[in-house]
């Protein structure tokens, strides 16, 4: 499945038989190695297609992110997700998680397949995802150079993260699924008042994906109260929105608990086939 970032050869897997502290790595046919890290993932993101030193979204964000995900209160979303995954993929599909974070979307995936991917430019999100979730196969990699080869995947699934069309299109198999989470106007409307006098709602356009036809979209809304200050706590440090709630801020909301408006939109589109 893997390809090589540098000249976009197959990647294969050699097993070390010396036994050293790195026990396989992947290799191209012109040599270029790319080791397998002790938690399992592989780092297919060369230095030079890194913007920074770090990319990605940092280590406080994803803890906060893991523990907020596994406490349960997205589980509607991530079950919408699976039930409109499952009527359009075959048994042995092949599922790709862009922009995967720390992996706990990426995991309820392992309900429809066995053959799942998680890719994030965020090297900690990875490590984490790969060693608290095994059986997906993780890699280091930019969404904007998918290290994988032409028509590779049944789906992908990218939830809140940037991509690109083309390289979506191109390691779908023909007439592959892409499935989206993207928030819609409601989201967190409460939150965003406390900060900006003019609030201004997420669009509920629905986006165009290049080489995509759109075939559904379904809105997920539900209010949601935080059962204590550290659960909202965790909310506010894993949105972008984080850097704008001041200390301040934060105290009166913890009192307060609002009620808040969780409102998502879940877009299915599918890849048409490329003109030769
Ligand atoms: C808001 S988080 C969402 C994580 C996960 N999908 C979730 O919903 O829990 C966005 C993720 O996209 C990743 N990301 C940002 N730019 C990326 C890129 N160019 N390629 C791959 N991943 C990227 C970030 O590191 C981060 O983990
Ligand atoms: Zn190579």
């Known amino acids: ?75 509607q979303l991530a079950t919408a997700m699976l039930s409109k995954l499952a009527k359009q993929l075959p048994q042995s599909a092949t599922i790709l998680d862009i922009g995967c974070g720390e992996g706990w979307y990426t995991q309820q995936l392992t309900k429809l397949s066995s053959a799942v991917y998680g890719l994030d430019i965020s090297k900690a999100a990875i490590r984490y995802a790969a060693k608290k979730y095994p059986h997906v196969n993780c890699c280091v990699a930019s969404s904007y150079q998918l290290p994988f080869a032409d028509a590779s995947f049944d789906a992908i699934l990218r939830i809140y993260a940037p991509s690109s069309a083309a390289e979506m299109q191109r390691i779908l198999k023909p007439h592959g699924w892409l499935c989206t989470v993207t928030p819609a106007p409601q989201h967190l409307v409460e939150l965003k008042a406390k900060v900006y006098s003019d609030v201004r709602l997420h669009s509920d356009e629905i986006a165009a994906e290049q080489g995509f036809t759109h075939r559904e979209r379904q809105r997920l809304q539900w209010q949601w109260q935080a059962p204590d200050a550290a659960t909202l706590t965790l909310l506010m440090d894993m949105i972008p929105l984080s850097y704008r709630l001041t200390p301040a801020m934060r105290e009166i909301l913890c009192q307060e608990l609002p009620i808040l408006s969780l409102d998502f939109y879940l877009d299915l589109y599918q890849s048409e086939t490329p003109s030769a």
């Not at 970032?5 to 070390?16: G, K, M, S, V």
Request: proline residues 8%; charged residues 20%; aromatic residues 8%.
């Open 1 to 75: 499945m893997y390809q090589c970032p540098l000249c976009h050869l197959p990647l294969t897997l050699q097993q070390n038989q010396a036994l050293t502290p790195q026990p396989k790595s992947y290799t191209c046919a012109n040599r270029h190695q790319f080791d397998c890290a002790k938690e399992g993932y592989v780092n297919l993101l060369p230095v030079q297609h890194k913007k920074s030193k770090d990319p990605g979204d940092n280590v406080e964000m994803m803890q906060a992110r893991r523990q907020f995900l596994e406490a349960g209160h997205y589980q």
